[in-house]
């Protein structure tokens, strides 16, 4: 059995009795891969809880930390998409230059390309991503952003990030080598941060933050971060 990237329990950020969002660390698949030996973010936490059904029903990339949502209840499977769908997804990052304007939106069609990388053609799945800049570090070369999905392809704040020329620090896909005079990061610096989700119909939306990582803190300096991030962007 390989070792876990979770030794630690994993934290749960809201729970009722059908659904739930958990914190996901980075380097750990969402799901099964084809390596059996290997653990997977899923698993531990249906250990965790102890219970017989937890249903996945969003992702994050292996590197990507944060916010996964889960269904407890098969009966609510629906309702569970349906929350996903409503719901507002925001993402904490890191990128390579000083991004401006302050505030931007990115909108563009994209299909597979090779080696998972991401291309844009006529024809593919639009995806559109909101990004806001919350700190420009100009002397090390840096800015950290909040970007709020709009759709879900996959990759796509990576993608528009790199397309834009500010790729995320310690991306492997979509940035070219990262030369000595740009901070470093052992991973993809790309963290589910808030998710603002109305779990029953008719009520006000729960606002689930979820603190960054230890790899973000030297990035962050002073900069405040909790669960204010919503008032960044209007909430429906």
Known sequence: MSQTKTATPIRIFYQDSSFLFAEKPAGIPVHATKDSRRENFSDLLQKQLGIDFLRTVNRLDLETSGLVFFCKDPNRNKEADRILKESVKLYLCVSRGIVEPDHFTEICYLKDGNKRVRKVFSGGDKAITEFKVLHRDVPEG????????????????????????????????????????FPSAKRSLLHAIGVSAVIREGEKPELIFCPPPEEFRKFLGGIRLDSSIFSRFPIK
Do not use: M, V
């Open 142 to 181: 840096y800015s950290i952003l909040l970007a709020k999905l709009h759709t879900g392809r996959r990759h796509q704040i990576r993608f528009h990030l790199g397309d834009k020329g500010f790729p995320i620090l310690g991306d492997k896909i979509y940035s070219d080598s990262e030369p000595g005079n």
